[in-house]
Nanobody, 114 residues
Framework: QVRLVESGGGLVQPGGSLRLSCAASTISFSLFAMKWYRQAPGQQREWVASITGSSTNYADSVKDRFTISRDNAKNTVYLQMNSLRPEDTAVYYC?????????WGQGTQVTVSS
């Protein structure tokens, strides 16, 4: 079992930045494909970004604004969010995948509002 703990959410004004972190309780962290998802009120959960090894991919809605990265020595994945918009408001979830196993964090709230 892998435990994921997200942090870094909060309230930010439009145009601002936040950095989310997700710490994983596994010594095999480097083997995991890590993803960020988000879920806005009344909406389905949607994929935001993923990182496998050093390869990254982004949803079109966040491309050029968000950056996913990982520090395998710290068992942590990050999501740097810049130029935030009100439509980025959601609960952000960390997801870890290895072979047939998939794990989720509890989520962290991001609210973009003036």
């Amino acid at each position: 079992q892998v435990r994921l703990v997200e942090s870094g959410g909060g309230l930010v004004q439009p145009g601002g930045s936040l950095r989310l972190s997700c710490a994983a309780s596994t010594i095999s962290f480097s083997l995991f494909a890590m993803k960020w998802y988000r879920q806005a009120p009344g909406q389905q959960r949607e994929w935001v970004a993923s990182i496998t090894g050093s390869s990254t991919n982004y949803a079109d809605s966040v491309k050029d604004r968000f950056t996913i990265s990982r520090d395998n020595a710290k068992n942590t994945v990050y999501l740097q969010m810049n130029s935030l918009r009100p439509e980025d408001t959601a609960v952000y979830y960390c997801n870890a995948n290895f072979q047939l196993s998939s794990y989720w964090g509890q989520g962290t709230q991001v609210t973009v509002s003036s």
